[in-house]
């Protein structure tokens, strides 16, 4: 809890610093905020898990592996901003908080072991969010995804309250633990108020995560948002609302997983083909890694399909995978981006002459994200696959498999373009803080990959 | 000296070191080193390998204990003859690229991927398995794509998925066999224990056979094959057809057949009668190509057709018919495409129409040449000869028709190679071909050494005969008691 606490006296002090115009510091003083809280959290491992503050959170293992993933990505995010908004903007200070407070909330969503903050993290998550959207205020696409993703996000957030007041109307409690014993007590006489609670939540979060059918903010947002937002995104929030996710209906929802599991299965399917075929005909880099976020979303929703005590380790695995690859392939766009002012995949022809290595570390990140060997997006395809296996939805694999085949083309068509259509073009210049994270973000792509033995077993 | 590990490693080190080095000399030299090692290192497990069914130079280590899943490696006689393959064709085909201008980066391409062919040829752990099996398709896909022809964007691209897709569909069955077993490992061993209901090895034959047909290519999953074979830089075609096709041959032999022993008792004959057709049709339109490179392309179809008809009659002639003619279909098709590249590198051009005269401005090469084209015909005395005799024989004990069909290969294969071997070396030449540079340094080397292997074999077939003997006479036997 200690870490919550200062993630946001953090925030706070930050937005004091800017008020003071000690821009120099922002960097620093986030980056070390930031590394006390995990050496907070990494503290806090050994300990006995006890729900704190009347039972509102529980800093299990489950909550402080993902936060720590959560953090680390931020501190990620928050190197390759050096330089990314000084041109002509003056609120670099605001920047720097909202991605703190939303990390907080993201937090939050983690730890969660009362409705009522679940409802609360998500809230302080996307409100912080919804304003860096359009934090390009003289931008067209930014206003537009930040108006976008406030009315989706508001309309989904009404959703999700109601079914936490069904809920409650039919438990009596917002207390995990009160519901669980509630629906494990009489799975028998569940009160239909429940099962509705239950489908508005399943309609909630998935709009939160961005799985189809209520998948259609997302990529206009993703799109939109200035890049780096968009980074934060696809990884900190998108990593936080699967774990949310996960933990409630890990939690309360099991006993009574053939009331939902139907519609899941439904949601899981359409949200891969939707992501898959969509992303095949984009022109944009950008918008096929928006579509294929959606995609991600459909896998990773493969955990829930086959909840089990192997599912978390599964969703924190592709999670990482997943978003240690969207850190590379982003970071990679945005100095693209600024050489030649597109974000097509004709803009990165001609790369891998220029730029050996960052081609290199872009092609690992691909291949990642296809999910071929070595590279951590495989470990993770591959416990999703084992995990629904072992529930013997042969049938969902197959298509699971037929949409891996498919995200092929589009995730080599930026390989294609890098090494296969030469063009004559200027050296990209790659600062040392975006080598660093390139690096660490694909050493540890490989190390995930290769030896995937460190993380098994630690949720 | 025997460890495995240090064989698979090296070529990995050896491909990190090559992918800094700019400079084009000495990044062959160094490749040529590392391969020359790597070769070195094989004798001690071919002098110390007991011919027996056992399964000999065994190492693991717990990769990621918490999925049951072990690096476990160890060669027996089905795998040796391939290690030795594989260790064996990479330094010619290094040679063989000394040519061209590359540098480190292809090399280490061709290095990381001989470490993957080993990992398949060795694994004895389902997920290692298909790690290797993966692992080897990435470089492959970057060789033909970088180096490779015209279409190669497209064409690789196809190649690619097709292959990805089948393999998925592999990794499906990996994990569902997994899943079966009580101890919860990847082991091969487990896997041949399990004794599945009839049913179910009727799908996971079909995941298998999938990503295996594939590979090889059976027919009708051949579409990517030509293409692919004729856009790639001759390197990476000596790679796929000289090796990499091994993998899903050994994949029918080492987990399709003995894993799915009910599946393939319910559909072996179907992938048998679909490897003949693939022999005839491959013969076929072989004879029809007037691109040289496209001609051997078809025609390695066609010879793919025979060895996988040779396994799926499941006996022992069949089957060790099909493990020495890997072998030899691997060193001479690696000899044909490396005389085709001479030839066509000189005179710039693959059509047939365009060559002849070749022989008398060029001799040495016209009789390697010849040499290399009477092994891939099967001439006695040459190591073609042996691996069609005993595949024909394996397959007339299935069924005579078959071997009927099958021995149209040693027909058609003979009209269209000598045809071939005609309009490119004999007859008159023209304004280019007069002035034809003979094979002089390291083409001579290689071709050499191509031919004494062809005439080597094809007289004292014996030694190679006898790695695999036991090993494949004991798995025969395993599986006919399950299906009896």
């Known amino acids: ?72 990505l931020t501190i990620l995010v928050l190197l390759l901003s050096k330089n990314y908004f000084d041109a ?169 997983q053939d009331f939902w599991m139907p519609a899941l299965l439904v949601m899981t399917v359409v949200t891969l083909f939707i992501g898959n075929i969509t992303a095949l005909v984009q022109s944009s880099f950008k918008r096929m890694l928006a579509y294929s976020s959606i995609s991600h979303a ?135 803080y975006y080598k660093t994270v390139l690096v660490v973000a694909i050493l540890a792509t490989l190390l995930l990959g290769i030896y995937p033995a460190w993380i098994t077993g630690l949720v | 000296m025997d460890n495995l590990f240090i064989l698979l490693l090296l070529p990995v080190l050896g491909a990190i070191a090559l992918a800094f080095v700019k400079q084009a000399k000495a990044a062959r030299q160094l490749a040529l080193l590392v391969s020359l090692v790597s070769l070195g290192l094989t004798i001690p497990f071919l002098s110390g390998f007991v011919p027996d069914a056992s399964i000999q130079f065994e190492q693991q280590f717990a990769w990621i204990p918490a999925l049951g899943i072990h690096f476990h490696i160890g060669i027996d006689g089905i795998s040796l003859p391939l290690v030795l393959l594989t260790n064996g064709l990479v330094p010619l085909i290094i040679l063989s690229a000394f040519s061209y201008d590359y540098k480190g980066g292809f090399y280490a391409l061709v290095l990381f991927m001989q470490a993957g062919l080993l990992l398949v040829f060795t694994a004895l752990d389902a997920f290692a398995f298909y790690v290797g099996w993966e692992i080897a398709l990435i470089p492959i896909y970057f060789i033909c794509a970088l180096w490779g022809g015209e279409n190669r964007i497209r064409v690789n691209l196809k190649f690619f998925i097709y292959t990805f897709l089948g393999s998925l569909l592999m990794l499906i069955a990996i994990i569902y066999l997994h899943l079966q077993v009580p101890s919860g490992d990847y082991e091969l061993t487990s896997f041949y224990q399990l004794a599945l209901d009839s049913s179910t090895q009727r799908w996971i034959f079909w995941a298998f056979f999938l990503a295996f047909a594939i590979k090889m290519p059976i027919f009708p999953f051949h579409t990517w094959q030509p293409d692919t074979y004729t856009e790639a830089p001759t390197a990476g075609t000596m790679l796929l057809a000289g090796i990499m096709l091994k993998m899903g041959v050994y994949g029918l032999i080492r987990w399709l057949i003995p894993v799915a022993p009910l599946g393939f008792a319910a559909y072996g004959h179907l992938a048998l009668v679909l490897c003949i057709i693939g022999v005839v049709y491959g013969s076929i339109i072989a004879f029809k190509q007037q691109d040289v490179k496209r001609l051997v392309a078809y025609s390695s179809i066609a010879h ?108 058609l294969g003979a009209v269209y190679l000598l045809r071939m071997y005609q309009k490119v070396m004999l007859g008159d030449a023209n304004a280019k071909t007069s002035d034809f540079a003979d094979v002089r340094g390291t083409e001579w080397l290689v071709l050499a050494i191509i031919a004494v292997l062809v005439i080597g074999i094809g007289i004292y077939p014996k030694p190679l005969l006898h790695i695999s003997e036991a090993a494949v006479t004991e798995l025969i036997g395993k599986v006919s008691l399950i299906n009896n």
């Open chain 1, 1 to 72: 809890m200690s870490a919550i606490i200062t993630l946001s006296l953090l925030a706070i002090l930050v937005l004091y610093l800017g008020l003071f115009k000690a821009r120099n510091a922002l960097l620093p003083v986030s980056l070390l905020g930031l590394v006390s809280t995990l050496v907070l959290f990494v503290i806090q491992w050994e300990g006995q898990a006890v729900p704190l503050y009347s039972g509102m959170v529980l800093f299990d293992h489950y909550a402080i592996a993902f936060s720590v993933l959560c953090v680390l």
């Open chain 1, 88 to 256: 002509g903007s003056t609120h670099i200070a605001e920047y720097y908080a909202l991605i703190l407070f939303s990390l907080t909330g993201a937090l939050l969503v983690t730890s969660f072991h009362n409705l009522a903050m679940l409802f609360i993290g998500i809230e302080i998550m996307s409100v912080a969010l919804y304003i860096l959207a359009g934090i390009r205020k003289k931008d067209f696409a930014s206003n537009e995804a930040a108006l976008k993703y406030f009315l989706m996000g508001a309309f989904s957030t009404g959703f999700l309250l109601f079914g936490v007041a069904l809920l409650y109307g039919a438990s009596g409690s917002f207390d995990l633990a009160e519901i669980k014993d509630y629906v494990v007590s009489n799975p028998q006489a569940v009160s239909p108020l429940f099962y509705g609670g239950i489908l508005l939540l399943l309609v909630g979060l998935a709009f939160k995560v961005g799985a189809a059918p209520f998948h259609f903010w997302a990529p206009d947002v993703y799109d939109g948002a200035p890049i780096l937002i968009t980074t934060f995104m696809i990884t900190v929030v998108k990593t936080a609302a699967f774990a949310g996710f996960l933990r409630l209906f890990y939690f309360c929802f099991v006993p009574l």
């Open chain 1, 298 to 432: 459909g896998y990773m929703l493969f955990a829930i399909v086959a909840v089990g005590p192997s599912s978390s380790e599964a969703v924190l695995i592709y999670a990482a995978a997943y978003s240690l690859a969207s850190v590379v392939a982003f970071g990679t766009l945005i100095l693209v981006k600024r050489a030649t002012g597109s974000d097509h995949f004709e803009a990165f022809n001609g790369l891998a002459k220029k730029n050996p290595y960052l081609s290199l570390a872009l092609t690992v990140a691909m291949l990642s994200l296809a999910g071929i060997p070595l590279t951590a997006g495989f470990i993770g395809k591959f416990m999703m696959f084992s995990g629904v296996l072992a529930d013997y939805q042969i049938l969902l694999v197959v298509l699971a498999v037929l949409n891996a085949a498919i995200g092929i083309f589009y995730y080599f068509r930026v390989i294609v373009a890098m090494y296969f259509r030469p063009l004559d073009r200027d050296q990209l210049v790659v600062n040392g």
């Open chain 2, 304 to 411: 793919v057709g025979l060895i996988g008809a040779g396994i799926f009659a499941w006996n022992v002639q069949g089957v060790q018919g099909a493990m020495i003619q890997m072998v030899n279909h691997g060193i001479s098709v690696v000899g044909l495409f490396f005389v085709l590249d001479i030839v066509t590198r000189r005179l710039g051009t693959r059509e047939m129409s365009d060559m002849g005269g070749i022989a008398k401005a060029a001799p040495a090469l016209a009789i390697l040449f010849l040499v290399i084209v009477m092994g891939a015909v099967g001439l006695p005395l040459t190591n073609g000869f042996v691996g069609e005799f005993l595949l024909l024989m394996g397959i007339y004990q299935y069924g005579i028709w078959y071997s009927v069909f099958g021995g149209l290969t040693l027909i």
